[in-house]
């Protein structure tokens, strides 16, 4: 079963709707690749960082590892994700894993990312539930809106475990000066703290407008029966 989910993602697929999601991954896969070495070539100085030997090598993998686990989920658990729902993903692991370096470049880069993620996860997240579940749609969101908060703090755990381990100054805002120095503008358990109640309100802000465009959908069907 399994080895017929993994050919029907990225070997002989009869469908043209996975055809086409699996040649758009390995299309991105090798433009950012492309991308990552001009970078590293000709602008160097935009990359200075200590471990910058490593993170191109290690975003591609990551971005490889993140896009597959996309792809085999919709597959074998028959998601049937939405055009949508790529672009989120592959918007999400470009902007968060190919450009890393950019945390050390713009202090508000990783808040932005906080605010936007959790939005582009719930739309995913939803879809998924209410393709999978028949239950209400008030628990829709409320199942939405803890997954997201979970997940949110599931990878602030991660960072932590990746900083102790490898000290890639995940945790905290540091900017990044000349001859490999970092400076601590945001202390760690603050930026930890910031990262999890910025991802809350982005996903408040999911589930409100959600509950507004839904019930003002329902209102005009309403009216248009009544009619």
Known sequence: MLEKNVRK??????????????????????????????FRRYFNFITNLE???????????????????????????????????????????????????????????????????????????????TKKLDIPFKWKLFFTFF??????????????????IFDWHLQGVFIEEAGGIYREILSRID???LDILTGVIGTMIYIISLLIITKSKNSILNNKINQ
Do not use: C, Q, W
């Open 9 to 38: 993602v990225f070997g002989k697929e009869k469908t043209k709707s996975y055809i086409i999601k699996r040649n758009i991954f390995f299309v991105i896969i090798a433009l950012f690749f492309i991308i990552g070495v001009f």
């Open 191 to 193: 930026d930890t703290m």
């Open 51 to 129: 471990y910058i030997g490593l993170v191109n090598v290690i975003s591609l993998i990551g971005l490889i590892i993140v896009i597959s686990i996309f792809h085999l989920a919709d597959s074998m658990f028959e998601l049937k994700l939405r055009k949508r729902d790529y672009f989120f993903m592959y918007f999400m692991s470009i902007t968060g894993i190919m450009l890393s370096f950019l945390y050390f470049k713009f202090p508000n880069y990783d808040k932005v990312e906080h605010l936007f993620f959790p939005m582009m996860f719930a739309s995913i997240t939803y879809h998924i539930l």
């Open 147 to 164: 997954i997201i908060v979970g997940s949110l703090t599931m990878f602030e755990i991660i960072e932590y475990l990746l900083d102790f």
